[in-house]
């Protein structure tokens, strides 16, 4: 991105009744710790600014969400904020910018005794990108550029082959909650395949997601590429 891009970033813990996408995590109480379920909404436009008109032409607008445990967060905070960024294409000063503030509100939504006893606390960011430009037949390039921010890349067949498949035992719990790539329910006594960060999905869900992106769809850690 340009130099003279410029961004605007907001950090919050939504309420209830906003919508993220509809996204969701059954049976949170059953998570093994306490976590973070972070929404980032990023959105670029190109401005526009000619002696007949001044305009915005929106490049990219993306809701992802990621679990990430509360400890995990703040004892690596930086690596997985980087990580979570990664599909966006933005600048590093920003990140110097922006991570600090994300890690402070989420301090506070932690310590926040209205939060006591929740086992997922939500936590949301908002980001703008505005790459000024004067000259309306450099949208297609700045696009194009854009857009190679979230190609993705498809995990090795060496490392989906090395997953390991385990069998839920949640003892008297029967429903542990839902794979969360076709959001159906895991069940105490199904077999599913576990990724090296711990997170498990049906075997035939996650191996036809690797074959596109080598991130794990929950906290985005990386397999080796194919």
């Known amino acids: 991105m340009a130099m003279d891009t ?4 907001h950090v919050w813990q939504p309420h209830e009744d906003e919508e993220h996408d509809n996204v969701t995590i059954s049976n949170s109480h059953l998570l093994p710790c306490d976590c973070f379920l972070l929404h980032l909404h990023f959105r670029h436009v190109l401005h526009s600014n000619s002696p007949q008109e001044s305009s915005h032409t ?3 607008s993306s809701l992802s969400s990621f679990l990430i445990p509360c400890d995990a967060f703040f004892a690596r905070a930086s690596t997985i ?3 979570v960024f990664s599909g966006t294409g933005v600048a590093q000063d920003f990140l110097d910018a922006a991570i600090p503030d994300v890690l402070s509100v989420a301090a506070d939504i932690a310590c926040n005794p209205l939060n006591a006893g929740r ?3 939500p936590l949301a960011v908002s980001v703008l990108v505005v790459s000024p430009h004067d000259e309306r037949e450099e949208i297609g390039r700045i696009s ?3 857009a190679q ?3 993705t890349c498809p995990a090795s067949e060496s490392s989906i082959e090395a997953l390991k498949t385990v069998k839920i035992d949640a003892g008297r719990e029967l429903l542990i909650g839902e794979c969360r790539i076709c959001l159906d329910e895991l069940m105490s006594g199904m077999e599913v395949t576990r990724l090296p960060c711990s997170h498990v999905y049906h075997r ?3 191996v036809k997601w690797l074959e596109t992106s080598h991130l794990c769809p929950l906290c985005r850690y990386a397999l080796p590429l194919s």
């Open 204 to 206: 035939d869900c996650i």
């Open 149 to 151: 921010a979230f190609k």
């Open 144 to 146: 194009r550029e854009s």
């Open 119 to 121: 086992r997922m606390l």
């Open 58 to 60: 929106l490049l990219n």
């Open 6 to 9: 410029l961004y605007d970033y």
């Open 81 to 83: 904020l980087i990580a």
